[in-house]
C-alpha cells in the first residue's frame, strides 16, 4: 500500500456519550478517557491501531465530560515533517446547528464543513472504547479491491454470542445484503447465517461460529458518506445509515478473526482487564511490532519491597511494602500500598500526582488517610478509581454476590463488582457490608 493512498485516509474517532453502563467509571469522564491495562486509556486503542497502520490523520469527536480526554490527546504529537496529528472535534454551536451531538451518525454531519474541505477519498469510523488489535491497511485493500462503497469489519461468533451483537448476512462474494441487530430466536437466526465453508475457503476456521457480527468499523467513500447523511436526519450508524446503505449501496465485509471486545458495562470491562493480566493474554497490550501508545509520564520505576505479586501488571511509579500480597490485578501508575495489604481479582487505577511531605504531615493532623491503600487493608473484586484515600484496616471483601446499590460517599456496587469513587476518602477500619 503505497504512502499516497494511506494519505486518502482521515480517521474518525467517534469519543461516545454518556456511557451510563460503564458508570460510576464515567461520572467524572468519557468512555474513551476511562483507565485501562494500569497505564493507558481506551482511547489509547483506537489511536495506536492508526499510527502502527500508518494511518496518522486522526480525529477524535468529543462531547461528554471531556476534560481529561483533552487533556490526554495532548501527549500524542507526530512528527513535523510527517504532518500527522491527533486532533479533537468537539461538539460547538455553529450557524448551522445550536445543538449536542445527537448520534455517533449526527456527531459526523454536524462536522460536515470540515470534512468537505478535506482533499481524501476515504473516511474511516472508529469507536473510541473498544479492545482489539487490527491493521487498518487489509481493511482499505479489501475495500479497494472489491470496489465498495463501504467496508464493515465483521467478526465470526457463535449464536450465543450472537444474541447480543448487530449480524450480518453475506452474499457468496462478501457484499452485505442483511442486517438484523441482536437475532433472539431460532428463524432469525437462521435467516442471518454465514456457512461456515464460506469463513474456511476465507481462511477462518469457523470453529462452530456460522454468524458474522459488525464490529461497528466502518470505512465509507467520502462521497458515499456525504451523500448517506446529507438526505437523512440518522442519528446512529449501527441502527440507521450502516441497515439503510446495505439497500443502495455495495457494502463489502472485512473478515477479522482475533480478539475484540467492545466495552459496554463495568462487568466486560473488569473482566478484560483481569485477562491483560494471566500470562499469553488474548489481548496483548504491547508487542515488538504493535506497541500501545500513551502518554508519557517520565515515572520511576517501582519500588516493590519483600511484597508477593502473582498474575498482576504493575505500572510505574509505585511503591508496595513488605508482606503487601497482590494476585490477578492490575496496578495503575504511582499506587502506594502500605505494609501488610491484600489485594485480589482488582483493578487499582492510581494516583495522578503523589503528596509532598508536608502535605502527608497535613494529612496526619486532620486525621485524613495518605493517598493509596493503607495497612492491612484488603480489597477483593473490585476497581477502586484514581486518586483514593484508603485508610489502615480498610475491609472492601466483595465475596458475594450483592445487588447493584449506591454506597453513599464510597462508591457503587455494578453488575456484581465493588467500584470506589474517584477521589473517594475511606476512614480507617471502614468494611463492606
Known amino acids: 500500500m503505497s ?32 483507565p485501562v491495562g494500569g497505564k493507558y486509556r481506551l482511547i489509547d486503542i483506537p489511536i495506536s491501531n492508526c499510527i502502527n497502520s500508518g494511518l496518522d490523520q486522526i480525529y477524535v469527536l468529543t462531547q461528554f465530560n471531556s476534560v481529561s480526554l483533552h487533556r490526554h490527546l495532548g501527549a500524542y504529537h507526530f512528527d513535523v515533517f510527517g504532518g500527522g496529528y491527533a486532533e479533537i472535534l468537539a461538539a460547538q454551536q455553529t450557524m448551522e446547528s445550536g445543538k449536542w451531538y445527537q448520534g455517533t ?23 473510541g472504547d473498544q479492545l482489539y488489535r487490527m491493521n487498518f491497511l487489509d481493511m482499505l485493500e479489501t475495500h479497494i479491491k472489491s470496489k465498495a462503497d463501504v467496508t464493515i469489519s465483521g467478526l465470526p461468533v457463535s449464536r450465543d454470542e450472537a444474541i447480543s451483537l448487530g449480524i450480518m448476512k453475506l452474499d457468496d462474494t462478501g457484499k452485505v445484503v442483511g442486517f438484523l441487530e441482536k437475532p433472539k430466536t431460532s428463524d432469525e437466526l437462521q435467516h442471518v447465517r454465514t456457512e461456515p465453508q464460506w469463513l474456511e475457503e476465507r481462511g477462518i476456521k469457523a470453529a462452530g461460529r456460522d454468524c458474522l457480527a459488525s464490529m461497528g468499523i466502518y470505512l465509507f467513500n467520502k462521497s458515499t458518506l456525504l451523500k448517506a447523511l446529507e438526505k437523512t436526519d440518522y442519528k446512529d450508524f449501527g441502527k440507521e445509515v450502516f441497515p439503510a446503505t446495505i439497500r443502495t449501496h455495495n457494502v463489502q465485509v472485512h473478515l477479522f478473526d482475533g480478539y475484540w471486545e467492545d466495552i459496554g458495562t463495568i462487568r466486560s470491562f473488569f473482566e478484560a482487564n483481569l485477562l491483560m493480566a494471566k500470562p499469553n493474554p488474548q489481548f496483548e497490550l504491547s508487542g515488538a511490532d504493535w506497541p500501545t501508545f500513551t502518554e508519557s509520564r517520565f515515572l520511576p520505576p517501582s519500588r516493590i519491597d519483600g511484597a508477593t505479586i502473582r498474575g498482576s501488571l504493575v505500572a510505574d511509579g509505585c511503591e ?81 454476590k450483592q445487588p447493584d446499590r449506591e454506597i453513599e460517599g464510597i462508591g457503587m456496587m455494578r453488575d456484581g463488582v465493588m467500584c470506589v469513587h474517584k477521589e473517594a476518602i475511606i476512614s480507617d477500619g471502614w468494611s463492606l457490608s
Not at 482521515?10 to 476511562?34: D, E, F, N
Not at 454531519?109 to 473516511?123: G, H, P
Not at 503487601?324 to 492490575?330: H, K, L, M, S
Request: proline fraction near 2%; hydrophobic fraction near 40%.
Open 320 to 400: 508496595i511494602e513488605e508482606g503487601v500480597v497482590i494476585e490477578n490485578c492490575i496496578i495503575g501508575c504511582r499506587c502506594r500500598i502500605e505494609k501488610g495489604a491484600t489485594i485480589r481479582n482488582s483493578i487499582i487505577m492510581g494516583l495522578d500526582y503523589k503528596e509532598t511531605a508536608s502535605e502527608c504531615s497535613e494529612n496526619v493532623g486532620i486525621g485524613r488517610p495518605q493517598l493509596g491503600i493503607g495497612a492491612y487493608t484488603a480489597i477483593e473484586n473490585s476497581i477502586i478509581d484514581k486518586n483514593c484515600r484508603i485508610g489502615r484496616r480498610v475491609f472492601i471483601l466483595n465475596d458475594r
Open 3 to 34: 504512502k499516497s493512498n494511506l494519505k486518502n485516509v482521515i480517521v474518525l474517532i467517534l469519543g461516545g456519550g454518556q456511557g451510563t453502563r460503564l458508570y460510576p467509571l464515567t461520572k467524572l469522564r468519557s468512555k474513551p478517557a476511562v
Open 105 to 127: 451518525a449526527d456527531a459526523v454531519r454536524q462536522n460536515f464543513n470540515f470534512i468537505k474541505q478535506k482533499n481524501i477519498e476515504y473516511v474511516l469510523i472508529l469507536s
